[in-house]
Every structure is written in structure tokens, then in C-alpha cells.
């Protein structure tokens, strides 16, 4: 598994926090950064008319990159691996007709940190999927917790309202 990917990946995991900027030029993926007054979140989006109305609505997100725009499969792939742990939240959303999903899903499945990413999608990465509306409701409600120093986002589940917390 590991065999495919660069040697800055396993640089990131022994010795050193790239940040998303990082991750994205060693990957080759062009991100837009919407500044530091915003929230850690990275949204990976499939079309741009979802990306920028994602990012005006939820504030929590910072850095975001339309994979439409994207050609290179393996810097998809090795981009959402250099950015495990680097973004809370990442949220992967498009309907992925343009992007074939084959590199998402293979990035997202490698993941130590698989609890941080929430989808909107046709497709099934094996992560909470969620509408639109559930997606913007939730980033919107995301706050940190200074209990536990980590980020929650609030899930809503059937009429009722909880924290979803690192485990």
C-alpha cells in the first residue's frame, strides 16, 4: 500500500506537520485559502459552483480545491493521504461525474484519521454521508472544545441534537 506514494509522506509521519498548504504544493494540487479568520476545515469538492457555495455558507472551512481541475489521479490520492490529520474538519462533496471517484476513494480509504471527514456524495466512501442541508447545518454549529482541545461538529439524529467528538 504504501509502496505508490512519494517519500515526503512518510517525512510528514515520522518528523514533521506539513499544514494543508504544504500537503497541496507537494501534491501538485492547486488550493484556494480564504484566510486565517476561518475555521481548519479543507473541503474537496467535485464542481465549483458546490465548492464556492460550501465555503460562503460554512465558515469552518478554510482551504478547498475543485478535483475537477485536477488531472493527475495519483495527486488526488496522495494529497487527501498528506492532509490526514492536518485539516478538521475534510469534507469531500461533489457528484463526482467529471472526477472519476476511483483516487478519492482509495485516498480517503488509507485515512488514520477517518472519524474528521464527513461526505456529501452519490458515491460511498464508507464515511457519514450526509444531504446538503445536513452538511451545511453541520459545519455551521462546528466549534472546538475546550475540554477536550479537538473540534465538534454537531450531528443531528432524527429531532434530537449531540456532539460528535474525537473518539
Given at each position: 500500500?504504501?509502496?505508490?506514494?512519494?517519500?515526503?509522506v512518510f517525512v510528514r509521519?515520522?518528523?514533521?506537520?506539513?499544514?494543508?498548504?504544504?500537503?497541496?504544493?507537494?501534491?501538485?494540487?492547486?488550493?484556494?485559502?480564504?484566510?486565517?479568520?476561518?475555521?481548519?476545515?479543507l473541503l474537496v469538492a467535485?464542481?465549483?459552483?458546490?465548492?464556492?457555495?460550501?465555503?460562503?455558507?460554512?465558515?469552518?472551512?478554510?482551504?478547498?480545491?475543485?478535483?475537477?481541475?485536477?488531472?493527475?489521479?495519483?495527486?488526488?490520492?496522495?494529497?487527501?493521504?498528506?492532509?490526514?490529520?492536518?485539516?478538521?474538519?475534510?469534507?469531500?462533496?461533489?457528484?463526482?461525474?467529471?472526477?472519476?471517484?476511483?483516487?478519492?476513494?482509495?485516498?480517503?480509504?488509507?485515512?488514520?484519521?477517518?472519524?474528521?471527514?464527513?461526505?456529501?456524495?452519490?458515491?460511498?466512501?464508507?464515511?457519514?454521508?450526509?444531504?446538503?442541508?445536513?452538511?451545511?447545518?453541520?459545519?455551521?454549529?462546528?466549534?472546538?472544545?475546550?475540554?477536550?482541545?479537538?473540534?465538534?461538529?454537531?450531528?443531528?439524529c432524527a429531532s434530537s441534537?449531540?456532539?460528535?467528538?474525537?473518539?
Amino acid at each position: 500500500m504504501t509502496e505508490n506514494l512519494p517519500p515526503s509522506v512518510f517525512v510528514r509521519h515520522e518528523t514533521v506537520q506539513l499544514g494543508v498548504p504544504q500537503c497541496a504544493r507537494i501534491a501538485g494540487v492547486p488550493i484556494f485559502d480564504y484566510g486565517p479568520d476561518r475555521g481548519q476545515g479543507l473541503l474537496v469538492a467535485g464542481g465549483t459552483g458546490l465548492m464556492l457555495s460550501l465555503m460562503d455558507q460554512c465558515r469552518s472551512l478554510r482551504w478547498c480545491v475543485d478535483y475537477d481541475l485536477v488531472a493527475d489521479e495519483r495527486a488526488k490520492e496522495w494529497f487527501l493521504r498528506l492532509v490526514d490529520g492536518e485539516a478538521w474538519p475534510l469534507v469531500v462533496a461533489g457528484w463526482w461525474t467529471v472526477t472519476k471517484p476511483g483516487a478519492i476513494a482509495r485516498g480517503l480509504s488509507a485515512l488514520r484519521h477517518r472519524w474528521r471527514v464527513v461526505t456529501h456524495s452519490n458515491r460511498d466512501f464508507g464515511m457519514p454521508n450526509l444531504t446538503l442541508d445536513e452538511l451545511i447545518w453541520c459545519l455551521q454549529g462546528w466549534t472546538p472544545r475546550p475540554d477536550l482541545q479537538t473540534p465538534t461538529l454537531r450531528v443531528r439524529c432524527a429531532s434530537s441534537v449531540s456532539d460528535l467528538a474525537a473518539p
